[in-house]
């Protein structure tokens, strides 16, 4: 059975929606995986509530604890490593990780950006989004490396930006179509569809289109 981790620091919606997804389809019996366990950095994380009433295992490594950012991630390590994971799954991690955790898994760590990279790397991507006036925004899936959002892409989804839109109501669509793409890529790497090779994401032009969404107006 291939393991997959969860490390979310919130609500874990993007989490909800690939298990959901994982029990809709049935990975542990089609595919042969499972989630394993969701990990918070921060003890109240609605999402660590939301994991045990699914039946996952969860733990806290809480951040504030440690002195350092090292010391943070030596633990962090211990308890993912604990699971042997075959991915480990960003999802609304609020912290960033140094090239020294990510080395450790390499091409096992995924990331959900809310925009189209490479564009609107960073921070409040939805209000920089309409300042700048772009056309189009939306999300993108990646492969973590040591370059912040700049790992190798899996997937993207594209959803319009309305002359109506604030960076709410944008945010809202756009996590709408977040939690389809997820779960998609997470499925794609779990099965082989998609992996990572030379820093790229290879995969076939059927992957490819499965991997894109464009939203419906």
């Known amino acids: 059975m291939k393991k997959v981790v969860v490390l979310i620091s919130g609500r874990g919606s993007n989490f909800v929606a690939i298990e959901e997804t994982a029990l809709r389809e049935r990975w542990s019996e089609t595919i042969g995986a499972q989630i394993v366990a969701v990990i918070s950095n921060r ?46 799954v960003l999802a609304g991690f609020m912290r960033i990780l140094t090239e020294g955790f990510v080395n450790r898994f390499p091409g096992k760590i995924l990331n959900i950006h809310p925009a189209i990279l490479p564009s609107f790397k960073g921070l409040d991507t939805h209000r920089r989004a309409i ?47 977040e939690h389809q793409i997820y779960a998609r890529a997470v499925k794609a790497c779990l099965t082989g569809a998609v992996r990572c090779e030379n820093g790229r994401a290879v995969m076939d032009d059927k992957t490819s289109l499965y991997l894109t969404l464009f939203a419906k107006v």
Not at 49 to 76: C, K, N, P, S, W
Request: aromatic share 8%; hydrophobic share 40%; proline share 6%.
């Open 43 to 88: 003890p109240q994380a609605k999402g660590l509530t939301l994991a045990q009433e699914y039946g996952i295992d969860t733990a806290v490594v809480d951040h504030t604890a440690y002195e350092t950012r090292e010391a943070f991630e030596e633990a962090l390590y211990e308890v993912v490593a604990r699971y042997e994971p075959d991915l480990i």
């Open 131 to 177: 300042e700048a006036g772009v056309r189009v925004h939306g999300t993108t899936v990646h492969y973590v490396t040591p370059a912040l959002d700049g790992g190798p892409i899996i997937a993207q989804a594209v959803v319009p930006v309305l002359p109506s839109d604030d960076e709410h109501r944008l945010a809202d669509r756009v996590l709408i179509y």
